[in-house]
């Protein structure tokens, strides 16, 4: 219970340092000194099997921090068609009658009245430009001896922003224990 206090505390820290100092560029892959773009590998090697992201997802993962990269989210400019809700009125006119009385004094009253209906539709009007999100923004954190087998090295989860920044605070190989949102990145 206390250690969870401490990691949380750190992260809190670290997570309002790195605000202040964001760099405010596409993405950042700390193996290398560029950003980091879509066609980008996902860091498992030719050859080596991903792990079960269903057995991953419930249970949590743990091994040695290896690298971490944060992935900008990306938008663009698209447009659609704009709706518009178009209304009708109509009028239509009712008859009332009502009978009262009996056998040769019976009398029927006969009077009609306008009844006003109103019916509305989304209809196209023209174009609208919105802002389309491309891919969403991305935390991502790289384990090497996964689950404490050493032949899993580069395998890439994807984790919280929190999660992030407390990867971001460690050395590597540190070993880091947390739950991921998603595999690969």
Known sequence: ?????????????????LG????GDDGYDEG???????????????????????????????GL?????HRAARTARATRPHMTKKCTTATRRVKHTTSSGSGTKRRTRTWYSTEHSRSCKQVRKGTETYTRVVRPER???????????????????????????????TDKHTRMDFTPTGSGC
Not at 2 to 17: H, S
Not at 65 to 69: F, L, P
Not at 152 to 157: E, I, K, L, Q, T
């Open 32 to 62: 290398s000194d560029h950003s980091v773009d879509v066609g980008r590998d996902s860091g498992s090697a030719a050859g080596k099997s991903r792990p079960d992201t269903a057995a991953t997802m419930d249970a949590g993962v743990f």
């Open 139 to 169: 935390w991502c954190v790289s384990l090497d001896d996964v689950g404490g087998d050493t032949k899993r090295d580069d395998v890439w989860y994807q984790v919280d922003e929190t999660t992030y920044s407390a990867a971001v605070g």
């Open 1 to 17: 219970m206390f250690r969870r206090l401490v990691v949380a505390a750190v992260t809190a820290v670290l997570i309002a340092g």
């Open 65 to 69: 921090r290896d690298e971490v990269r």
């Open 20 to 23: 202040a100092c964001g760099s």
